[in-house]
């Protein structure tokens, strides 16, 4: 194993996506990049960076992982994660890792990689397996928990309207109503069991498109100047006083780093989730 030595360096990214989110993993309204997902980010830049080095039949898994979490990464950002091996200890590797979004570091911490044969670690890997298999059942290992609470179900609906958004082809839409009318004929052949209005008032504020009285659709078209961003942000604000939730959509011409700034206010709000997806 002379080709590994300390300073070897990997990296790995990935784009934020809807099966990524803790919100998907049971944190109910946290539409960000969850932990257990940059936990593996780093550990697959730990192997990028020692991969070419390890000799035949040899693998690493991972032993060890001890990181700080201090920001979020919402959906559809970019995240890359960064291991330099620090310390060689025999069959022990310890790497330090570091993980950014497009805007800020996100985590940092350790990781430890052990050294193992291929073959030994699969014959220990099914002598386990042959020894349990006759008294542990899946369900026993495991088993299903019911949540038992409409909170789950309404975020389960959220995340099957956003999926369908995101499946949604706009083309050949030219203005907003184009779009509106679009979405709404889609969602309708696949919603078939959901009332969809369109043009709900809700307090001072209307939206486009509101999905069984529960979810609530807005869209935007073209985000490309500091003014619309500015008059965005004011819409958005209004909606978080009168909604406890928000889809909105952004077609058109959409400058990134305005997207990005629509994206941090999103995860600014505490009572009041914002959703934004771009088509």
């Not at 360096?9 to 803790?22: P, Y």
């Not at 690493?60 to 001890?66: A, L, Q, Y």
């Not at 909606?239 to 994206?263: A, H, M, P």
Request: proline share 2%; with cysteine; hydrophobic share 40%.
């Amino acid at each position: 194993m002379s080709g590994i030595k300390v300073g070897l360096k990997g990296e790995k990214e990935m784009v934020v996506q809807l099966d990524d989110l803790a919100s998907v993993m049971g944190n109910v309204g946290a539409q960000v990049l969850s932990t257990h997902q940059v936990v593996l980010l780093m550990e697959l830049a730990a192997r990028n960076a020692i991969k070419d080095s390890l000799p035949p039949g040899m693998m690493t898994v991972g032993t060890m992982i001890r990181i700080r979490h201090f920001a979020a990464a919402p959906m559809g950002m970019k995240v890359r994660t960064e291991a330099t091996l620090k310390k060689i200890d025999g069959h022990r590797l310890i790497f330090d890792v570091t993980a950014y979004d497009e805007c800020d570091k996100i985590a940092e911490g350790q990781n430890e990689q052990l050294i193992v044969t291929v073959e030994k670690f699969l014959k220990r890997v099914g002598e386990k397996e042959s020894l349990c298999r006759h008294r542990i059942t899946r369900k026993e290992v495991f088993p299903m928990v019911d949540l038992g609470h409409k909170v789950s179900s309404f975020w389960e609906e959220m995340d099957q309207v956003e999926r369908l958004i995101r499946e949604w082809n706009p083309e050949g839409c030219r203005t907003k109503g184009d779009f509106e009318r679009s979405l709404s004929k889609f969602l309708k052949e696949h919603l078939k069991e959901k009332e969809i209005v369109k043009k709900v008032t809700i307090g001072k504020m209307k939206v486009d498109l509101a999905i069984g009285g529960t979810v609530f659709i807005q869209i935007r078209k073209d985000l490309q100047n500091q003014g619309q961003l500015e008059r965005l942000i004011s819409q958005i604000d209004g909606y978080s006083k009168n909604l406890k939730n928000l889809i909105l959509i952004l077609c058109g011409e959409v400058d990134k780093n305005l997207l990005q700034q629509v994206r941090k206010k999103g995860i600014s709000f505490f009572e009041f989730n914002l959703r934004v997806v771009e088509k």
